[in-house]
């Protein structure tokens, strides 16, 4: 029997896992806690168009346009498309939404929400249904893929080769890489430089998509959700000026009030007009009061914070890397979806519809490994990661320039951490360099529109 190793226990490494054992295959899924995903931490919800009223043709019209039109068209329709067999998967598993919200960027109120508190109830389900059907947790962070001559044989855990026929790289994407960001913290990214170390491409690495309300606390960085804005809440400064129509993409949002820090103003968001906000953003409401503020009388200072990266390994159609047997789904993939910028709650769609393709794919690949060759253990520690997110953040945060991305990249090679969060934080700062104009998430204050000549280009080791 084929035997398939997920690493990363998301909503799409769960989903994938899932869609696996309904098959009968044999699933290992390596995980460092399911808490610790993003997936969990997901408030808004899942953009779904099945609603009457609504169309595909609305929901790919409404992600080219976040997208910034580097959207790869095809890719859009083939996500967008397979939203309804994504309802049906995750009916069939026994979740209940609550209601619809309007985000951002769409033009229908179709995200469906639990409680904001979405991604927890999402993962918390799909895991038992995981463990339900025989899944095998296994619980450790992958050091390192095992790769010989763009082949994968498995990965390295804890220092040994763990031997699968087909690995599906489901670790989720680079925002940790960053100094600011809501997300879990292991999320930095390593096994993705790891696969362009071993074959398998990056793209769209500049794209890193700011979230405007980010949360500095006592307590950790949080994230106050789209869903807030959409619910009604005004984004002010100090002296009480609206500065921007707070429903715009999130890209022109967060250099909105990006500026408005620049000139030593201070932002808030002013939710005291949302009726009944402790029931409708519990989660929300519960990490403001630890922090002292009470968002149905105060103001709540917000900024901009790395959110969601829509780089990652390139894949195909069918979320195949370039390395045979390696695969990618959710953050941790980019084929397109996103072009230069993230429709608010496109993820959680993309995570549960590349789970559920790359089954159909492994089915039609049949990888299987009959001889294992000798793999050199690649692994390495950390390092100092704290001086990457520094540098990231301060020479490729929301406002870039060339002369600052040069720095960065000088500023690099003086750091002393893991080749593969080097190679990848070079990406990020290469790609941003190269890319002479501003469009969607990646903005250049020296080439502040977007330029026709600029494609995507493809970052290999
Ligand atoms: C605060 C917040 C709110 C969000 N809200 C929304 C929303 O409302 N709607 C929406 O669509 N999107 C939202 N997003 C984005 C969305 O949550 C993510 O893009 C999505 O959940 C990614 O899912 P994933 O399965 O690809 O990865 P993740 O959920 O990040 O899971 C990856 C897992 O892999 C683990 N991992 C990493 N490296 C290793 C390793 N080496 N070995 C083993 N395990 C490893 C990580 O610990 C993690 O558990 C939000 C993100 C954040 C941070």
Same mark, same amino acid.
């Given at each position: 029997m084929t035997e398939v190793g997920i690493i990363g226990g998301g909503i799409a490494g769960l989903t994938a896992a899932i869609a696996l054992a309904r098959k009968g295959f044999d699933v290992t899924l390596i995980h460092?806690?399911?808490?610790?995903?993003n997936s969990y931490l997901a408030q808004a919800g899942i953009a779904l +168009?099945?609603?009457?009223?609504?169309s595909l043709k609305s929901h790919v019209l409404d992600t080219i346009r976040a997208g910034r039109y580097l959207n790869d068209e095809e890719v859009v329709w083939n996500v967008v498309s397979k939203s309804s067999e994504a309802y049906s998967f995750l009916m069939s598993l026994g979740l209940e939404f609550e209601g619809n919200e309007v985000e951002g960027g *769409?033009?229908? +109120?179709?995200v469906f929400t639990i409680k904001n508190e979405t991604g927890k109830h999402m993962t918390t389900l799909l895991y038992v249904r995981a463990k339900e059907l025989g899944v095998n947790f296994v619980q450790g962070l992958a050091e390192a893929l095992a790769v010989r001559e763009k082949r994968a044989y498995g990965v390295f855990l804890n220092g040994e080769l763990m031997r699968f026929d087909a690995s599906v790289l489901a /670790?989720?994407?680079?925002?940790?890489? %960053?100094?600011?960001? /809501?997300?879990?913290?292991?999320?930095?990214g390593t096994l993705i430089g790891d696969a362009v170390l071993k074959g398998a491409p990056a793209r769209d690495l500049e794209f890193v998509q700011f979230h405007p309300t980010g949360f500095i606390g006592r307590d950790g960085v949080k994230l106050v959700s789209e869903a807030v804005r959409g619910a009604g809440a005004k984004l002010v400064t100090e002296d009480g000026e609206r500065f921007v129509n707070?429903?715009?993409p999130r890209d022109v949002v967060a250099r909105a009030i990006y500026r408005q820090l620049q000139k030593g103003k201070k932002v808030f968001l002013d /939710?005291?007009?949302?009726?009944?906000f402790r029931g409708r953003f519990p989660q929300i409401y519960a990490f403001l009061r630890k922090e002292g503020i009470n968002p149905e009388k105060d103001l709540i200072p917000v900024f901009p914070i790395a959110h969601y990266?829509?780089?990652g390994v390139a894949v195909d159609l069918w979320y195949r890397?370039?390395?045979?047997?390696l695969y990618a789904i959710g953050?941790? /993939?980019?084929?397109? %979806? *996103?072009?230069a910028n993230r429709l608010a709650s496109n993820s959680l769609l993309e995570c549960v519809v590349s789970g559920l393709e790359v089954v159909r794919t492994i089915c039609r690949d049949r990888p299987r490994v009959r001889e294992t060759p000798e793999i050199e253990y690649s692994g390495e520690e950390p390092g100092d990661v704290g001086a990457l997110r520094e540098l990231l953040w301060r020479y490729a945060g929301i406002v870039r320039n060339g002369e600052s991305l040069k720095e960065g990249l000088k500023g690099l090679e003086g750091i002393d951490a893991d080749t593969r969060l080097k190679l990848l934080a070079r990406g990020i700062l290469k790609n941003a360099l190269i890319r002479e104009e501003s469009r969607g998430a990646h903005f250049r204050e020296d080439f502040p529109h977007p330029r026709k000549e600029f494609e995507r280009p493809l970052f290999w080791s």
């Open positions: 460092e806690g399911i808490k610790n995903s +168009p099945v609603l009457e009223g609504d *769409h033009s229908f +109120p179709r /670790a989720g994407g680079y925002t940790a890489l %960053f100094k600011y960001t /809501a997300g879990s913290e292991l999320n930095l707070e429903l715009e /939710a005291t007009g949302i009726e009944d990266s829509i780089g890397t370039a390395v045979k047997n953050e941790a /993939a980019s084929n397109g %979806f *996103h072009g």
